[in-house]
């Protein structure tokens, strides 16, 4: 898995393909967002950027982050995931306090289509953390409208009039929505 960036699926779209609900899933249900935290570093949300706030259209459910923790007998630190609801920060995804000799991986699941929020509250004292965040929608439908959705750390919004492309649908960016 690479270090940071999209990571595709092999599986990709090229020019002049059919553009299938079954593919979209596919090429969507992989890494969207991927990192490391390095040793003893401080604050989890500055190394996924956007303040640790990404934008995922997948199912409730389905996987959207995984973080491995792993600390030896001094550190630790406290592991929150949180969702924008009714103006807020309202909705604790994933609450986790990690002491001394941790070692687990954080596994979170998405409670809906929206804004979310993965932070450390505390000032984490851990070995490197590597993060994957999974934002595609995985629950695209044959019949419904295709739609370009905005990047993982810009919004939900969809952008319509966008042009659909392989690159573009590459992205993990497109989806489908409504009923024709």
Same mark, same amino acid.
């Given at each position: 898995?690479?270090?940071?960036?999209?990571?595709?699926?092999?599986?990709?779209?090229?020019?002049?393909?059919?553009?299938?609900?079954?593919?979209?899933?596919?090429?969507?249900?992989?890494?969207?967002?991927?990192?490391?935290?390095?040793?003893?570093?401080?604050?989890?949300?500055?190394?996924? /950027?956007?303040?640790?706030?990404? &934008?995922?259209?997948?199912?409730?459910? !389905?996987?959207?982050? #995984? @973080? =491995?923790?792993?600390?030896?007998?001094?550190?630790?630190?406290?592991?929150?995931?949180?969702?924008?609801?009714?103006? /807020?920060?309202?909705?604790?995804? &994933?609450?986790?306090?990690?002491?001394? !000799?941790?070692?687990? #991986? @954080? =596994?979170?699941?998405?409670?809906?289509?929206?804004?979310?929020?993965?932070?450390?509250?505390?000032?984490?004292?851990?070995?490197?953390?590597?993060?994957?965040?999974?934002?595609?929608?995985?629950?695209?439908?044959?019949?419904?409208?295709?739609?370009?959705?905005?990047?993982?750390?810009?919004?939900?919004?969809?952008?319509?009039?966008?042009?659909?492309?392989?690159?573009?649908?590459?992205?993990?960016?497109?989806?489908?929505?409504?009923?024709?």
């Amino acid at each position: 898995m690479p270090s940071g960036g999209l990571w595709l699926t092999d599986m990709s779209f090229a020019q002049g393909s059919l553009i299938t609900a079954s593919e979209l899933n596919s090429v969507n249900s992989g890494v969207s967002l991927s990192g490391t935290m390095s040793d003893s570093a401080d604050w989890i949300q500055d190394w996924i /950027g956007n303040s640790g706030i990404f &934008y995922t259209h997948r199912p409730a459910g !389905s996987l959207i982050m #995984t @973080a =491995y923790f792993r600390c030896g007998w001094f550190g630790g630190g406290n592991f929150r995931v949180a969702k924008w609801v009714n103006g /807020g920060w309202n909705e604790m995804v &994933y609450s986790a306090n990690y002491g001394w !000799s941790t070692n687990t #991986t @954080a =596994y979170v699941y998405s409670t809906g289509p929206g804004q979310y929020r993965a932070y450390s509250d505390t000032a984490f004292q851990f070995a490197a953390i590597p993060w994957s965040i999974y934002c595609g929608q995985t629950d695209c439908t044959t019949g419904k409208y295709l739609t370009v959705y905005d990047g993982f750390q810009s919004s939900i919004n969809t952008l319509s009039g966008t042009s659909l492309t392989a690159s573009i649908c590459n992205s993990q960016r497109v989806g489908t929505l409504g009923t024709p």
